[in-house]
């Protein structure tokens, strides 16, 4: 096993170095488009006149539209181009980005949501199949952990970015200035530098390439009995169903964390857009850490599900005690909404290495397409949710933080169900670390 490790830190980390940067900065772009409404709420309320609930299902029927591609977004990833796919999906959702800011009332909002959300759909599992051809079983948690930062830098650019551009003009600019990016910035980057396998990647050495198809061949060989199976095997499969349960309760948590969280910034501590923006960035900042060293511990340790739990538990009590502490303490309140930030994105890594090890690889990326799929219903529940609890409770955050905080405690525990299929063994999960970067942002 030493010769394992030895091997992989000979052998190049282009796959590191290239590849993922990538994926992250095109992920960075998709999550800055779909949340920067976070920001518009309070021009939305005065130009469109919608309430908080009305507000909250602006927010969350992106969610809906994202349930249409999932499955086919996987499936296509893994049987034609990951690689084709999101180019083609990237020019689309800068269009409905951009349009965003052109809408005049309620319903046209609602409409270009939900087909913003359509045109993203796909993304995320044909980039998690992209990832599972690049790096074997042993290295996947913290590779997928590595890509899924961009949701915590995303958040740290968006929201002081967010903030500046509100500072000279309205939400209108907000969401086309955001929405250009993609043109210019995602989709030159991903055509250029992304290849669907190593054995098409010119930039790939063939020692890497050598090493990584050995890997993923063995990881084939060491359940054999999983490659050939049907479609059908997922959607009858219970491990994938709890997975899906357990993605669901975590997505209503963090979005409806993550979408009201500059409201709840902004009640906190009272400050200009541009003030709020750079205090919202803080508890992303922390996310990035609890990302990487929960990842990298559960490679190390092989128990998944328990590192999920972990950081579920650590964000429900947390988010809890930031609505309490409140306006009396706001230093301590934004100490501990960041530390629930951290713990509702510390599970990614684990979260997503025991899914791809739970099911064959031949439906990988329709399992994963259907998990993020229904799951991210959830991202439609947090926000509408969170912002009828508001109403309910004249404006108070504490019924909506108990409601999110539980969700994410329900997660962890779910999650521990999946242990027998999910976690990998300790005779595995006792391999010496294999080697690669540092990721740097």
Known sequence: MTNVAHAASQVGRKRWTRLIPVAIIVYIISFMDRTNIGFALNGLHKDLGIDAAQQGLAAGIFFIGYLTLQIPGGYLAERWSAKKFVGIMVLVWGVLAVLSGFVQNFEQLLIVRFFLGVAEAGIWPAILVLISHWFPEAERARAYAFWMMNIAIASIITAPLSGWILSFSDWRWLFIIEGIFPFVIAAPIWWLFVADHPRTAKWCSPEERAYIEEGLAADRAAHPAKEHVSIKHVF????????????????????????????????????????????????????????WYNAKAADKTGRYSRHVLLSMAIGAVALVISVATGNSMPIIAVVFISIAMAGALAYDGPFWASASRAMPVAVAGTAMGLINAVGNLGGFVGPYVGGFLQDLTNGSFMAMSVFLAACLLAAGLVMLTLRRGGDRPVTEAAEPEVAQPRPTH
């Open 236 to 291: 009858s499969n219970s491990v994938v169903w709890r997975l899906t349960l357990v993605y669901f309760l975590i997505q209503i948590g963090f979005y409806g964390l993550n979408i009201w969280l500059p409201k709840v910034v902004k009640t906190i501590t009272g400050g200009s857009p541009l003030e709020v923006g750079f205090v919202t960035a803080i508890p992303y900042i922390l996310a990035m850490v609890g990302l």
